[in-house]
């Protein structure tokens, strides 16, 4: 059988994981080159028997057997890389986001369509089991029309300062994640965002120019409403919650958890945390998200989470965070006909 | 040992519960009149023993008997109830809400005020076992300083459409509990309302020109931000939910179900759906509210809740109403200056 | 409405509960007569409102206003209470056990039948919502033909060891509930008993004769097998869980909590441990099973636990406490064909 | 570095697994050959790469490339594999059970132990990240001494007839693994075993002498005592938990899930079954137990779980069927000193 040949722009932290995940887990594809400006990342491609190692990622891009990248490179590269990829022909999968500013990704949308090549937004957590079970007992009718979404989503900790900075704010590098969850749960066009931001936990965040806890309110063009809550710092680590209220029922998840465990002696009962962070708790999601595009390789179809999924997700964040400085409610359109 | 004489103004759903309370759990109190238009509501003053049934309640208030009058007559009564019973220097637990008109409610309190009598609103929730303990939590500290409140409200199933006619909207016959709630658990005055409601579960109650679905985000002087979320149809059940998320912790509260049976079959694993209604659901809470109000008499204290509590959540639920009609963050002292 | 006339022998800490539950719950019912050896008991008496105290219980029982009697006096005077109550034409409940000798309870049972009087045991276990609930699931046919029993019974304490000295030992004083939930659960007779029993928490129990761990094996003519396991020593407290496993299902309940709430902090998960012990744990099941003997009355019918029930599962117990001493199976019928 | 060289005899069910966990997961592991009496098992070699095949798995013993051999043959060949390649100076690794016959079993040991190799048996389940933190947080001391182990231990259905007319029967081929856990959790020697089995589920099944349900108890030296339920039918999964209590605390373990999604609607409150069977209950602790091994291998340590183990397993099993056969009390000695 002829291997899917796929070359990986940037090993850090993702992109480990998606070299692990297509190396072991992907019969059909091979990994045939690997790029990273850190010369040491070369023994990554040592460790899963990948033959070529470039430090510019455009020798990558440029190289005839890869058929496909998948760019794990710092946000700021993203639209080039996904431009440079698709003029070349080649397919491609992008962490998120595309970028952070709206103009730069419709202009990457653009390119991607002229070029027909297939594109995949790494919206991880659309594969995760349990909320791929929530939209399920959607589809299958038995929540009924969605008419509630509540997403609570809190991270462990703050990334360091330095990342804050540069990362566009909280609501686009982590509620942005919500904001797509919001819309896979209710399949509706988003109207309107509702933003209140705090700092709360950490006054540096705050010296940064961000905020470390929200509440976020959207409405929904069928008439479904979300609220998303927020915090950069749970005490009790990763808390990643889902809950879907219809006409016909209810649908939520838990959060994982290491073990099944349950303690009892004269203080309480008491059981495990969750999972401690997204590359524990989205293992699966990864290599589920990375499945999909694969098979839409192999059976020439197109990705479910593409492009436009990411623009509209970063529309509502842009959306957030004019909200929160006006304290007023924005509806999309405003951010979207800009 | 000298009884606390009551009386009671109204016998329909909720006076009933306070009647039997009161006769059955409270040995050192009697009841010693009831009053209720209706004449055939004489036989719960048969059944219990109560020796006095006035169809004007009036009459009851003037009784010098009495000592203490617990109000559950309509809402549009209570003012009057409260203020007659006040200038005729008898303490008073009064079925919230006190009133639809803040000025009324104002007027209320004055003369609550200037009387000196002892005053208790029936916010039943705050003496919930469940709530409670989630506020016991916060004190102790182990919470830390609350960050985001998250209350999960919705009924069964909407009242009649004649009594939401006059009902003065979901939110102030409904969410008003939970806009109590929310300061319940915050401990800070509210800043700001923004909220956003729905007709979905029933195009007569649009008609009626109410709302039956809701999401509701208020801010807090303390920088805590709750989510509210409301629907009158529930088709699993009664749902109430608090949540709270601070700097040191998360506590919050599963529904209180008939038994803690699970069963397992080739279909799944199931178990009870929530105790039906508030009738059950707070069973107990209207036993341990009452205690606090019988108690107070006893030790001379004030009552935790009171008017001004009252108040604070009918402005509240004005600004809810508002802020949906315009769309647009209310600040709460647009409504209280008023 | 005619009440019925009631009597209780005896107003310790079982008394207490029947009475206050006759008195304040039950309309139809009005105690008349209440004896106890204590003579400052009679504080009981005034408090509830019964006219009548008696120092010795033959007076209450030959007393004609009282048509039933409750029997809370100390375990070695059942059997004596029992008869002489059945003579004077008195229904009668009692708690459990009626007697820890087979003989005595055997003439008990002739002289109930003699007299034709009703006759109920304070199995209340068989009364609380769980279990019920359990039972029901059964009935339904969800669960299919019962397979597999398993009963986890444990005490938060053990009694004093002077109540130890003379309570027959663990099986006849705390496993005799056990043995007779299995018996309601199966609803087949038991074949075979085989005990192992220990002393692991207290050398004081093993020094008065006694054990405080024990794990029992019921064998069922059906082909039911059921497994308990107790101790008189949980230190978090009351556990009380029973599962039924079946060929089409399984039904089981966990424990009762005093509220349901969670906590979670950077040490774990948390939540409520179970309630205390059987006054709060069962205090349902009282009243359900006091239900159940008024009802029997106001219908005439029997009750559903009556005196071969106890005498059954005085039979296990006593298998028990052999099997153990043999270290081998002992046949039910070893012992009641004795 | 120097990669460990590993043969895997019979690439079934379970030598699939251990193949794919030794070729994706341990970057120190070689599997330089496969033997399988099946010649289309070959397919398994190339698809993992793996250069020699043989079809007589003494050939791949013979293989002085070989340094560990993975036994994965049928139980009867079990021993002579691991006395051929012990004698051949291989390190061995052998799924359990070693032999139905406790004189084989013996003399398996004996050659162990003659030749010093290391030797460890699949008892996957004590490598169970749930069961693990029973046992660690017995470790930790906070349960106490052990005083009842509770296991349940069910199949989703029964294996074909065929197989249970080999197997030894249901106490060899499936409540052996419950041996090993129960003395997993006391860490004290087995001193009495009484079995209560039935056949209620497949008449089949005791056509073919064997049973279906069963309930088990063990005593322990040290005063413990185990009992173990299992049936080869629930109709809900594969059920699979433990709880142990003892003086300090109780600790024990809910089923894994495949996600943690709940859901609400008017027939009930709804969740996950367990998931289905071993391969995806045990997946990691398949990986764990190898883990063990060649971390073993490594730093030249003996692996936690040895031939004895499976010896007194074995033992347990066998006096399990003398105390069902004779229906008494059986004490391991007579069985181990036979």
Same mark, same amino acid.
């Given at each position: 059988? $002829? ?26 594809? =091979? +990994? ?6 850190? /010369?040491?990342? &070369? ?19 440029? !190289?005839?057997?890869? /058929? ?7 946000? !700021? ?9 698709? @003029?070349?022909? $080649? /397919? ?13 990704? &419709?202009?990457?949308?653009? +390119? ?13 957590? @659309? ?52 904001? !797509? ?5 209710? !399949?509706?066009?988003?109207? =309107? ?50 809950? +879907? ?17 349950? *303690? *009892? ?59 929160? &400085? ?7 359109? =405003?951010?979207?006909?800009?």
């Amino acid at each position: 059988m $002829k291997k899917i040949k796929v070359g990986i722009i940037g090993v850090g932290r993702m992109g480990q994981i998606h070299l692990d995940n297509l190396c072991l887990k992907f019969p059909d594809v =091979e +990994v045939v080159a690997i790029s990273d400006v850190m /010369e040491e990342s &070369k023994k990554f491609a040592d460790q899963y028997g990948v033959n070529k190692f470039y430090k510019n990622c455009n020798d990558l891009i440029a !190289d005839s057997e890869v /058929e496909a990248v998948v760019i794990c490179s710092p946000t !700021d590269q993203h639209a080039d890389n996904i431009m440079t990829a698709a @003029r070349a022909g $080649k /397919e491609v999968f992008c962490e998120k986001p595309m970028d952070l500013s709206l103009e730069t990704v &419709k202009k990457v949308l653009s +390119v991607v369509e002229e070029t027909g090549i297939k594109f995949m937004l790494g919206f991880n957590r @659309r594969f995760d089991p349990n909320f791929m079970k929530i939209r399920s007992l959607i589809d299958e009718g038995k929540v009924g029309e969605p008419q509630i979404v509540k997403i609570t989503s809190r991270d462990p900790g703050p990334p360091p300062i330095s990342y804050i900075k540069t990362s566009g704010g909280m609501f686009l590098d982590m509620t942005i994640h919500d904001f !797509d969850m919001a819309r896979f749960m209710t !399949d509706s066009p988003v109207k =309107e965002v509702f933003a209140v931001g705090r700092n709360l936990t950490d006054p540096e965040i705050g010296k940064a120019g961000d905020i470390d806890t929200a509440v976020i309110t959207l409405t929904f063009e069928n008439g479904a409403i979300a609220t998303i809550d927020n915090c950069r710092k749970a005490v009790y680590g990763y808390d990643q919650r889902v809950e +879907v209220f219809g006409s016909k029922g209810m649908a939520g998840t838990h959060n994982n958890t290491p073990d099944n465990h349950y *303690y *009892y002696d004269q203080n309480g009962q008491s059981a495990s945390l969750p999972l401690h962070f997204f590359m524990d708790r989205y293992i699966r999601s990864y290599y589920n998200e990375m499945k999909e595009f694969m098979d839409c390789l192999i059976t020439n179809t197109k990705p479910k989470v593409g492009g436009e999924d990411g623009l509209i997700s970063l529309a509502i964040g842009l959306a957030a965070n004019l909200s929160m &400085k006006e304290n007023r409610v924005v509806r999309l359109s =405003e951010i979207l006909n800009d």
